[in-house]
C-alpha cells in the first residue's frame, strides 16, 4: 500500500505533493513442512496456495521437529544416525507495538548432528538436546549453532544404550536411567546431573516414556504418573504426580503441552485421551474416543481445542474446558491401527485458523477448517506424506 502525504512547507507557501514510501502491510502465512513416510524428502509447503517452496532431500526417512522460535525444522533421521536442520524461511520479529514477518525460501543447513542412532529431541530453557539410542550419549547445543554452521555441542554418556531422553534445565539436565536389569526396556526414572556430568539427583519414573513442556512446565510419562518439573526458579522444582484412582488400569506414553493455558493431554490406553490440569483438585480427566486414536494435538493460539483423528477416519475436536466431544466429522480412508506401529497413517498440524491432516494413502494434504471440521481443500504431494510441522504467523511485510 502507498500513502500520498501532502507536505505545506512553512514560509515558502509552496505546496508539494510526496509519495510515501511504501508502508509495512499486515499479511498471515503459514508454511507446512512434511516429511515423506518412506523416502529420504522433506517438502515444504504454502498452506493457502499448495504450492511447494522447497524439497528438501536429507539421508533416511525423517521425524521432524520445529525449534521454538519457528525459524529452524530439525529432521531427526536414526536410521542414518543424523539430525539435519533445514531453515524454515519464516522470521516473527517481536518490535512491541508489532511485529515483523520475514520470508524467505527454506533450504537445508550445512551443519548436521551425527550419533548413534538419534530418536528424541527436546528443547528447552533456549538448548536443544539430542539423544542417542545407539550409545546412550547426549548431545546438548543452540539453535543458533546449526545457523552458523559449526556445532559445539556438549556432550553427556549414560550408563547404557537405551531408548532414553534427556532434557536441558539451565546449567544442568534431566537424563533417563536405563533399566539396570534390562537395557532394552524403557528407563526407570530420570537423574538430575551437572554440567560435568556429575549426579545431582535421581527421580524414579518406570516404564519412562514421552515428555512435553507447556510453559515452565515440563511433563514425563511414566507407568504410575507424570514426574513435573517446574523450571521457573533457578533450581528446577521436580515432583511426582500419580495417577487419579479414579482413572482405569493403563498409562501415558506420548504427551503435548498447550502454550496460552497450563495443561497436557496424553494418550491413556487405545481409545481414550487423559487432559492433566495440574492446577485442578482433580488434575486428571478422561475423554473416551469412539475408535482407536491415530493422532492428536492441541491448537497452540487456542488451547481450550483439543484434536484428534481416529482409524475410522474421523477428525475430532475436544473442548479442554468440557473435557467432552464437541464435533467429529468424517475426512478420510479408515487408517486401521493394526500392524506396525510405524505403518503410514494420518497426522495432524495446525497452521493458524486452519488444521492440516496428512493422507499418506492418498497422496494428500488435506485443509480443514476447525470450526465445522470440514475439508475446505486438499493438497496433492508426491509421495506418502506423513509427519508435519506448521510454522508462520502474522506480521508486517515491509
Known amino acids: 500500500m502507498k500513502s500520498l502525504r501532502l507536505l505545506v512547507l512553512a514560509g515558502a507557501g509552496l505546496a508539494i505533493f510526496a509519495a510515501g514510501v511504501a508502508s509495512a502491510a499486515e499479511q498471515e502465512h503459514w508454511r507446512v513442512f512434511v516429511a515423506d513416510h518412506s523416502a529420504p524428502t522433506v ?19 525423517a521425524a521432524l521437529e520445529a525449534s521454538r522460535s519457528g525459524r529452524t525444522v530439525f529432521a531427526v533421521q536414526s536410521d542414518a544416525d543424523r ?26 543447513l550445512n551443519a548436521v548432528s551425527k550419533g548413534a542412532r538419534p530418536v528424541h529431541l527436546v528443547e528447552h530453557d533456549g538448548k536443544i538436546a539430542i539423544f542417542h539410542d545407539g550409545d546412550g550419549s547426549v548431545a546438548i547445543l543452540a ?27 539451565g546449567d544442568k539436565a534431566l537424563v533417563s536411567i536405563p533399566n539396570p536389569k534390562d537395557a532394552d526396556e524403557l528407563p526407570i526414572g530420570m537423574r538430575l546431573i551437572d ?4 549426579p545431582v539427583a535421581d527421580y524414579a519414573c518406570p516404564d519412562l516414556h514421552g515428555e512435553a513442556s507447556s510453559g515452565p512446565l515440563l511433563a514425563i510419562a511414566c507407568a504410575t504418573g507424570l514426574l513435573v518439573v517446574d523450571s521457573q526458579k533457578v533450581e528446577p522444582r521436580i515432583t511426582f504426580l500419580p495417577y487419579s484412582s479414579s482413572l482405569p488400569e493403563g498409562k501415558a506414553t506420548t504427551l503435548r503441552g498447550a502454550k496460552s493455558l ?33 493422532d492428536f494435538t492441541i491448537d497452540p493460539e487456542h488451547s481450550d ?40 497413517r494420518p497426522r495432524l498440524a495446525v497452521a493458524g485458523e486452519e488444521i492440516v491432516v496428512s493422507d499418506p494413502l492418498a497422496s494428500t494434504l ?30 508486517e511485510i515491509h
Open 43 to 61: 517438502r515444504a509447503v504454502d498452506v493457502k496456495t499448495g504450492s511447494v517452496l522447497a524439497t528438501v532431500g536429507v539421508q533416511a526417512p
Open 83 to 108: 539430525v539435519s536442520a533445514i531453515a524454515s524461511g519464516v522470521a516473527l520479529d517481536d518490535h512491541g507495538d508489532h511485529g515483523d514477518l520475514k520470508l524467505t525460501t527454506p533450504y537445508l
Open 143 to 169: 539453535e543458533a549453532q546449526f545457523a552458523k554452521g559449526k556445532l559445539a555441542p556438549h556432550r553427556l554418556v549414560t550408563a547404557a544404550p537405551h531408548h532414553g531422553v534427556a532434557v536441558p534445565l
Open 195 to 198: 554440567e560435568q556430568g556429575k
Open 262 to 294: 497450563r495443561y497436557f493431554i496424553g494418550n491413556y490406553g487405545p481409545e481414550a485421551i487423559v487432559l492433566v490440569d495440574l492446577s485442578a483438585p482433580e488434575p486428571f480427566r478422561l475423554v473416551k474416543l469412539p475408535a482407536r486414536r491415530v
Open 305 to 344: 481445542r483439543i484434536y484428534v483423528f481416529t482409524e475410522d477416519g474421523f477428525l475430532h475436536r475436544i473442548d479442554a474446558i468440557k473435557g467432552e466431544i464437541v464435533k467429529s466429522a468424517k475426512l478420510t480412508q479408515a487408517y486401521s491401527m493394526d500392524g506396525h506401529w510405524r505403518d503410514p
Open 366 to 395: 488435506r485443509v480443514v477448517n476447525p470450526e465445522t471440521l470440514a475439508e475446505s481443500r486438499s493438497i496433492d504431494i508426491d509421495g506418502m506424506p506423513y509427519g508435519l510441522v506448521a510454522l508462520g504467523g502474522s506480521g
